[in-house]
């Protein structure tokens, strides 16, 4: 099986809301993917089961041919929207942990990744900005050689100037073999690297195509799109 993420029929439910309903998508290797919604409409339910830490789902969920569970979680790298490093610890301690937490962490690409992002290796984690805590955790996932990386809203406190810069990492240090699906609200400043974008909408998938397809047929943009499919929400 060459599909490097397949979900089939995945439906989650907390209580009674339904925060993804019957959801079905399969993502190829060397893709860069967007996963786009309003807010609630499903985007980290779906990461987290892809990332296996939503056990308890409906459905059928596997990451290169893997079952999601113990050994998906290990070619598995999920950047989450809240920080997962301690407050006590600073930048170098982070990336130690991350290093023996993981065996395919790649010290070398972190340190590169470091330099690129500005970070100071004896920086507390606590004392970092939002946006420059989001540049660690995106450093951490991405020294990963993974071969899928799941990023929650990698740059939503990224200020805008930085922006370009980040994607420009983002795109120069995933492997290529790999693939990365990116939930994101910042449709009209991330598109630009994405090869395909699925469009989730109250937990159903409203859309999933290549951006050129969607350049080509319609002459849109993806903000355009976006815009379209989800109105001004
Ligand atoms: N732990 C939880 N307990 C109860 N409801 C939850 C929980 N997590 C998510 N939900 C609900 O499930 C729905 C989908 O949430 P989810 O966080 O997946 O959406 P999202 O698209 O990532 O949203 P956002 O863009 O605002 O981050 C929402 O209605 C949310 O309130």
Same mark, same amino acid.
């Given at each position: 099986?060459?599909?490097?993420?397949?979900?089939?029929?995945?439906? /989650?439910?907390?209580?009674?809301? @339904?925060?993804?309903?019957?959801? $079905? +998508?399969?993502? =190829?290797?060397?893709?860069?993917?967007? %996963?786009?919604?309003?807010?609630?409409?499903?985007?980290?339910?779906?990461?987290?089961?892809?990332?296996?830490?939503?056990?308890?789902?409906?459905?059928?969920?596997?990451?290169?041919?893997?079952?999601?569970?113990?050994?998906?979680?290990?070619?598995?790298?999920?950047?989450?929207?809240?920080?997962?490093?301690?407050?006590?610890?600073?930048?170098?301690?982070?990336?130690?942990?991350?290093?023996?937490?993981?065996?395919?962490?790649?010290?070398?690409?972190?340190?590169?990744?470091? /330099?690129?992002?500005?970070?100071? @290796?004896?920086?507390?984690?606590? $004392? +970092?900005?939002? =946006?420059?805590?989001?540049?660690?955790? %995106?450093?951490?996932?991405?020294?990963?050689?993974?071969?899928?990386?799941?990023?929650?809203?990698?740059?939503?406190?990224?200020?805008?100037?930085?922006?370009?810069?980040?994607?420009?990492?983002?795109?120069?240090?995933?492997?290529?073999?790999?693939?990365?699906?990116?939930?994101?609200?910042?449709?009209?400043?991330?598109?630009?690297?994405?090869?395909?974008?699925?469009?989730?909408?109250?937990?159903?998938?409203?859309?999933?195509?290549?951006?050129?397809?969607?350049?080509?047929?319609?002459?849109?943009?993806?903000?355009?799109?976006?815009?379209?499919?989800?109105?001004?929400?």
């Amino acid at each position: 099986m060459s599909d490097l993420l397949q979900l089939e029929g995945v439906s /989650k439910s907390y209580g009674a809301k @339904r925060a993804l309903n019957s959801v $079905s +998508l399969t993502i =190829g290797p060397g893709k860069i993917v967007g %996963l786009l919604g309003s807010n609630g409409s499903g985007k980290s339910t779906l990461m987290k089961i892809a990332a296996g830490l939503i056990p308890n789902y409906v459905g059928h969920v596997w990451i290169n041919g893997q079952p999601v569970g113990r050994t998906s979680r290990s070619f598995t790298s999920f950047m989450p929207d809240q920080p997962l490093t301690e407050s006590w610890m600073r930048v170098k301690d982070a990336i130690a942990f991350y290093k023996d937490f993981y065996a395919d962490f790649d010290t070398e690409k972190a340190n590169d990744m470091l /330099k690129f992002m500005r970070l100071e @290796r004896d920086a507390r984690v606590s $004392s +970092l900005s939002k =946006g420059m805590q989001e540049r660690l955790q %995106l450093t951490l996932a991405l020294s990963r050689n993974a071969r899928l990386y799941l990023l929650d809203e990698p740059i939503g406190g990224v200020d805008p100037v930085a922006r370009g810069k980040i994607l420009d990492a983002i795109v120069e240090y995933y492997d290529e073999n790999s693939s990365l699906l990116i939930a994101t609200h910042l449709v009209q400043d991330i598109e630009r690297i994405f090869d395909e974008v699925v469009f989730l909408k109250d937990g159903k998938l409203v859309l999933h195509e290549e951006v050129e397809t969607i350049r080509a047929n319609n002459g849109q943009s993806v903000d355009e799109k976006f815009k379209d499919v989800f109105g001004d929400a």
